[in-house]
């Protein structure tokens, strides 16, 4: 492929994109609690294995990867991007199903978001660079790293800090809206991107066979990545399966307002980050349901009580 993929796409519609992303944070960080960040400091080793796998090691791979394939420019660095994200809300629901070290993955989820608001662009503008079929593309679509983190602090930090504050002063009523919120906010973003594909759906058939297998391909790579580092520093099974999960399910969401606000052309960019935030959640449930049948050691320190407690815990 040569050139972007054209795209249709209202720009009137970004500013709705922006809030939407925005709102999910706010709603992930109701319940999110200083003493989730303290964690790492007290048990830091799971939660810092999972960062270096998220932040360092899966963007690393797939600008190894997509190198390696020559995957075209445009593909590559939608796959790179989603590298860059950090993980998503998801994560904490399927470490539960899972049976898997919820403390672990709300640590995780916590400062991943915080760590984003700098190492995403980075690691987007880095690994996009570094890949010589992706630097010359990187180029011509006038890369913003100083926009991107103004993006990343509005849609993700500031929501973050705004929730946390909120979910402190205000316990009672988050615990009536916070499931509410999450659950319309999940449906109006899901909304939002099936319009976008409708209003494309032949170039998405036309390249499904182009990205489909990117997609998969990379997101087992993700998932491998995180259990790998598990078992490198021989954590707790339930450890593992809540690096796994919080390495596997990246933040596609962000990827899209990134694409929309700064490459509204880059239609295959668009469609490998789409189409990761349905495939993730298919790999996940799948994998969580395996594990959830698996049984742990009688001495694993598995956290079994419900996300929103272990939340608050």
């Known amino acids: 492929m040569s050139g972007a993929l054209p795209l249709e796409f209202d720009p009137a519609s970004l500013i709705l994109l922006n809030v939407i992303m925005a709102c999910m944070m706010f709603g992930v960080s109701l319940s999110l609690r200083l003493e989730d960040f303290k964690r790492i400091a007290l048990a830091p080793i799971a939660p810092l294995a999972g960062l270096v796998a998220q932040f360092l090691l899966l963007p690393l791979a797939t ?104 979910g402190r002063r205000f316990p009672a009523l988050v615990s009536r809206s916070e499931k509410p919120l999450r659950i319309v906010s999940l449906l109006v973003f899901l909304s939002f991107v099936a319009i976008a594909f409708s209003k494309n759906l032949d170039l998405f058939v036309e390249r499904f066979h182009s990205f489909f297998w990117l997609v998969v391909v990379h997101n087992l790579l993700a998932l491998s990545l995180g259990y790998a580092m598990g078992r490198l520093l021989k954590l707790p099974v339930s450890d593992r399966r809540a690096v796994t999960m919080e390495v596997g399910i990246q933040n596609s969401g962000l990827g899209l307002v990134i694409l929309f606000t700064f490459f509204p052309e880059a239609g295959g960019m668009m469609l490998i980050t789409a189409f990761w935030g349905v495939w993730h959640l298919v790999s996940g449930l799948t994998l969580s349901q395996i594990w959830a049948r698996l049984p742990l050691p009688a001495d694993d320190p598995i956290n079994t009580i419900s996300p929103t407690t272990a939340r608050q815990s």
């Open 63 to 166: 600008c190894l990867f997509t190198w390696a394939m020559r995957i075209d420019p445009e593909l590559a660095l939608g796959m790179i991007l989603v590298a860059a994200c950090p993980g998503g809300s998801f994560s904490n629901i399927m470490t539960w199903l899972a049976r898997g070290n919820v403390a672990v993955s709300v640590s995780m989820t916590a400062v991943s978001s915080l760590a984003a608001t700098v190492l995403t662009p980075l690691n987007f503008a880095l690994y996009g660079w570094l890949n010589p079929y992706t630097r010359s593309y990187l180029t011509e679509i006038s890369l913003e790293p100083g926009g991107i983190l103004l993006l990343v602090l509005l849609v993700l930090a500031l929501p973050l800090a705004l929730g946390m504050l909120s």
